[in-house]
């Protein structure tokens, strides 16, 4: 079975531009989460996508931020226009059923806003 | 508002030595734990996942404990090896059914080394 694949592993864009990751979840799960980790900090929290829906989008840090997943399959997250500020590791993980079961996490990709 | 914390923040032992990673969580409703390993650029792997009606999960040399009236877990790692420096993080989810209950709340992270 194929893990939580992100693309691309790393980004350099320059401030202003716009930046696109890709999450392809493991098959079958329906929860997809999308989280990051900036400098220095903690993986937080962005959002949770329920097959297409968006079950919870609270940590999404502001509307230059928009996640889709069409279809309920893979998700992107596109940042527009990228700060410096965004810098960080992107992580998306998913589950199969909410709540009770284990969060299997993508390798990441790594974001440099210059 | 839940707050993870991990003590130590970095380890450094050498081979062969058992030891103890320590997570502490604020609010004790919580649904499960998640113990999670993380090497330099890599994502995160998935160690132990502690049901909040459980006590331990052991998976080979690694045994994690919850005592979730207290807000604590460990981990422990038996017979440590130079294969298992990574950083070790642990995460939370709260109970609850509305949207929020379903995110993790992760800690810093223990970064660990296992001396040859």
């Known amino acids: 079975e194929a893990g939580v694949t992100q693309f691309p592993s790393h980004s350099v864009i320059e401030k202003g531009q716009t930046v696109t990751l890709r999450c392809d979840p493991i098959?079958?799960?329906?929860?997809l989460y999308w989280y990051r980790r900036v400098m220095g900090k903690e993986i937080k929290f962005l959002l949770h996508?329920?097959?297409?829906?968006?079950?919870?989008e609270s940590g999404m840090p502001n509307n230059r931020f928009l996640a889709e997943r069409t279809g309920g399959t893979y998700s992107t997250l596109k940042v527009q226009p990228a700060e410096l500020e965004d810098s960080g590791v992107y992580f998306c993980?998913?589950?199969?059923?909410?709540?009770?079961?284990?969060?299997?996490f993508g390798q990441g990709t790594r974001l440099t806003v210059v | 508002k839940q707050e993870v914390t991990q003590i130590p923040a970095a380890l450094s032992v050498p081979e062969g030595e058992n030891l103890v990673l320590n997570c502490s969580f604020t609010d004790s409703a919580i649904y499960n734990l998640q113990w999670f390993r993380q090497d330099p650029g890599k994502g995160l792997t998935s160690l132990l996942l502690?049901?909040?009606?459980?006590r331990e999960q052991t998976s080979g040399r690694l045994n994690a404990s919850l005592d979730k009236s207290s807000g604590r877990s460990t981990l422990y790692i038996a017979a440590s090896q130079p294969g298992d420096s990574a950083t070790y993080l642990c995460?939370?989810?709260?109970?609850?059914?509305?949207?929020?209950?379903?995110?993790?709340?992760f800690g810093s992270g223990t970064q660990l080394t296992v001396l040859p």
């Open positions: 502690i049901q909040s009606s459980q």
């Open positions: 996508f329920v097959k297409e829906s968006k079950q919870d």
């Open positions: 995460a939370v989810r709260p109970e609850g059914s509305s949207g929020s209950a379903r995110q993790l709340t």
């Open positions: 993980a998913s589950s199969r059923w909410t709540g009770n079961t284990e969060a299997f």
């Open positions: 098959s079958g799960h329906d929860n």
